[in-house]
């Protein structure tokens, strides 16, 4: 489908949240709201970088079971393994976090850049090429990530690279076509970076966070590296806490610890919580939950890219819905038509479902969802089906009362951030 | 076996794959491609391609696989 223009969602809002961590903080250590690591303290914390040949670090990125950060949880070494040796290959790092409740990406860029340069530094030695990009969409991270560059004498090849800052435009796919020129918007084949990317050539592209933790892993040899997180993907990561949470901010826990205890939950606390943000999954039992992305996949909410939210029990947790699910339905890049037509006919559903209209509009915006489903080039439609379908299950009380008397009762409590379209 | 595809950014909802291959492509309320679901049975390989060619966008295809 071909459509003029891409909306765009104003992100350079600069206040960072609180930075905080359940136990030692890696990522984070040095790191406040207020205060930046410089190189120096960068290399007191730290110690020198020392080069690591590309077979050490596949087999250590192995060891240690890494998965991409930015929401799709793919194997590091695999991606590894699947680049050319060749001057001509390119790392690109993505920062261009696009989703309005995330700020773990641009927290490590504002306040720890060096390790995200070290982390691609690392795999740019071990690949033998010079060629590093960073992505970024807001001033802020950008400055920081430059000061950075200028604080070190080993980077100076690397490029910062202002791109869009649509929804989708942060899909790393999105970034490459538009550091290749084109429009900031997938494309309609699936081609891997790691065949198909800057410049048309091998790129090995990841998340930010990826990133710091490959730095992190260059700095720490792999047995040091797995002496925190659960077996099965040790280490620590960084998530979002919005909403009626113990620690709103940004937040380094070891992996493997329980949901519930990140959000302080009794046992057998029913409160919905979201998992995964906004292309993310709303549940309503988590004891059995912990912060593992192959855990979470499997019981079937995703970490994503690490955003969980709570809507307290005085706050109506659909009128949040329907505002997420229009801000979903106008992120749409206009490229695909089931996304394009299905999204905003859905988030008329959803808000038809606040203003209790009953089982007719409910058995369509059903219907929509089946429709939309695995229709697009890009994980938007499947994100957003995902997000509203586990909100009219776990939300079914709530559902009931909007349904019997047009409202529940509970105020709109304006927790989870859409930044209006600029 | 061969399978449909559909590149969705090229696809414009003209429709005219489903009125050549109506045994496994039916339109949503948008005009846009609903494909059933599965690999293309050989007896329906060249309706296939023919409704590919057919398509003004370019975005039908049938993919070996």
């Known amino acids: 489908m071909t459509m003029t223009d891409v909306p765009r969602i104003a992100t350079d809002h600069d206040r960072l949240p609180p930075v905080l961590a359940f136990g030692a903080p890696r990522i984070l250590a040095g790191a406040a709201q207020d205060r930046r690591v410089d190189l120096a303290a960068h290399r007191t914390l730290h110690g020198a970088l020392v080069p690591r040949s590309r077979g050490w670090l596949s087999s250590s990125l192995a060891q240690v079971r890494m998965k991409g950060r930015g929401g799709a949880a793919f194997p590091v070494s695999i991606k590894l393994d699947a680049m050319p040796n060749a001057r001509s290959a390119s790392v690109l790092v993505n920062g261009s976090e696009s989703e309005p409740a995330s700020w773990k990406d641009r927290v490590i860029m504002r306040q720890c850049p060096h390790l995200i340069l070290d982390g691609a530094l690392t795999i740019a030695q071990a690949l033998r090429t010079k060629r590093i990009t960073i992505a970024v969409h807001d001033a802020a991270s950008a400055r920081s990530l430059e000061q950075a560059c200028r604080e070190r004498s080993d980077a100076s090849s690397v490029t910062i690279s202002i791109t869009g800052n649509a929804f989708v435009g942060g899909e790393i796919r999105a970034v490459i076509n538009g550091l290749n020129g084109g429009r900031a918007l997938p494309g309609g084949r699936r081609v891997l970076p790691t065949v198909d990317g800057i410049d048309h050539k091998a790129t090995f592209a990841s998340n930010v966070e990826t990133f710091a933790q490959i730095g992190l892993l260059a700095l720490l040899g792999a047995t040091e590296y797995a002496r925190v997180g659960s077996t099965n993907e040790p280490g620590t990561t960084l998530v979002t806490m919005v909403g009626d949470v113990p620690f709103p901010g940004v937040i380094e826990v070891p992996i493997g610890i329980p949901i519930a205890s990140l959000l302080q939950s009794p046992p057998g606390d029913r409160r919905a919580v979201l998992i995964g943000g906004y292309h993310g999954t709303w549940v309503d039992h988590i004891d059995h939950l912990v912060v593992e992305r192959d855990a979470l996949r499997i019981a079937g909410a995703p970490l994503n890219a690490g955003v969980i939210a709570r809507i307290s029990a005085d706050h109506c947790a659909l009128v949040e819905v329907a505002r997420v699910t229009s801000l979903l339905a106008s992120e749409s890049a206009g490229q695909c038509g089931p996304c394009f037509f299905g999204l905003p006919a859905i988030a008329r559903g959803v808000q038809s479902m606040v203003e209790g209209a009953g089982s007719e509009p409910m058995s369509r915006m059903v219907r929509h969802l089946d429709t939309v489903s695995g229709r697009g080039a890009c994980a938007h439609p499947d994100g957003s089906v995902q997000f509203v379908r586990s909100a009219m299950l776990t939300l079914d009380a709530e559902l009931r009362q909007h349904t019997e008397h047009g409202t529940c009762g509970r105020i709109d409590g304006h927790v989870l951030p859409v930044v209006a379209a600029a | ?65």
């Not at chain 2, 090229?10 to 690999?39: K, M, Q, S, T, V």
């Open chain 2, 1 to 65: 076996m061969s399978t449909l595809r559909v590149d969705w950014t090229r696809c414009d909802g003209h429709g005219l794959c489903a009125r050549l291959l109506p045994e496994r492509i039916a339109l949503d309320e948008w005009g846009f491609p609903i494909i059933a679901a599965g690999e293309l049975d050989d007896g329906l390989v060249r309706a296939a391609r023919r409704a590919a060619q057919a398509c003004p966008a370019l975005a039908l295809r049938v993919d070996k696989s």
